[in-house]
């Protein structure tokens, strides 16, 4: 079995927030697979295993850039929380969000070689980031970016610079700036439950099929928990199944708000910064080895 350091045990805390040593356990029964470890905890843990969703684990900003039916959002990442509030750099990532929905690059490496001049830096993007960090004294990078362009209406939202959303819709705009609201404060992963990655309800599926398992019951029984629960995941993180979050009633999906609104939506994207990546804590790393050499020791 591979050996579980302390900073995979650190890594495993940070995006579960399980105690320390249930992350231990788990990782030494998985063999040192982060990803299986993290599903025995959602195992044993149930739902508070699972904030890593949530967790924002770098730093740096979202852009938006919306011009009737053509519009972009972009991240980019930047080391700390001082620089991504820095003013330079939040113009740097605006004007990258204009150049995705003006050029349409087909990826970041496209993006990066298109024509920026700023602050005497160019003349590409690329010669920019490379002087702004220069200039900053911080690496920065061009994580991700969509583009809208033509398939119809665009509304948007930016929570602060941190959060980014922009859906596509046919209908009432207040409705669509409502629903784009909400996908910021919910996170759904999908517009429908048919469109919910594979990968998610497999994983969804594993892990009740594990609790269900637990529980003793006849076969039959354990099947239809497991469905249950599939379900009732499909309902929390499909967008036109959730409750709208300006339910009068508390009750009305973002779905029969959209019809009743004679509003449709074709999709949505949601940026939320640094989802998905790793913060290094080295000081973290050593509180971690430090209570585990205690507990060793104990």
Request: charged share 25%; with cysteine; hydrophobic share 50%.
């Amino acid at each position: 079995m591979p050996a579980i350091t302390a900073s995979m045990v650190g890594a495993l805390r940070a995006k579960t927030d399980a105690p320390m040593m249930e992350c231990k356990k788990a990782l030494a029964e998985a063999d040192g697979d982060m990803a299986r470890a993290e599903e025995i905890l959602r195992v044993k843990l149930g739902n508070k295993a699972g904030k890593a969703a949530s967790r924002i684990t770098a730093e740096g900003v979202v852009a938006a850039a919306v011009d009737g039916t053509t519009g972009a959002l972009v991240e980019v990442n930047c080391e700390t929380d001082f620089v991504s509030k820095n003013e330079t750099f939040q113009t740097f990532a605006q004007a990258l969000a204009a150049l995705v929905a003006a050029r349409a690059p087909a990826d970041v490496a496209a993006l990066a070689a298109l024509p920026l001049s700023m602050d005497d830096f160019g003349p590409t993007v690329e010669d920019v980031r490379k002087g702004l960090v220069g200039k900053i004294g911080e690496n920065m990078t061009i994580r991700r970016f969509a583009r809208y362009a033509g398939g119809g209406a665009l509304a948007h939202y930016l929570h602060g610079t941190r959060i980014g959303v922009v859906v596509e819709y046919r209908g009432d705009a207040v409705a669509a700036k409502d629903v784009a609201m909400h996908v910021a404060a919910m996170k759904p992963a999908a517009l429908s439950s048919s469109q919910v990655p594979a990968e998610l309800v497999d994983k969804e599926r594993r892990i009740a099929a594990e609790k269900a398992a637990e529980s003793g019951k006849p076969a039959e029984i354990v099947a239809k928990m497991v469905d249950g629960a599939v379900q009732k995941y499909l309902k929390e993180v499909s967008l036109l199944d959730q409750v709208f979050v300006k339910a009068a009633d508390g009750k009305q999906t973002v779905g029969q708000m959209l019809k009743d609104k004679s509003t449709t939506v074709a999709g949505f994207t949601l940026f939320v910064v640094g989802e998905g990546i790793e913060k290094k804590s080295e000081d973290f790393a050593a509180e971690v080895a430090a209570q585990m050499a205690a507990a060793k020791g104990g």
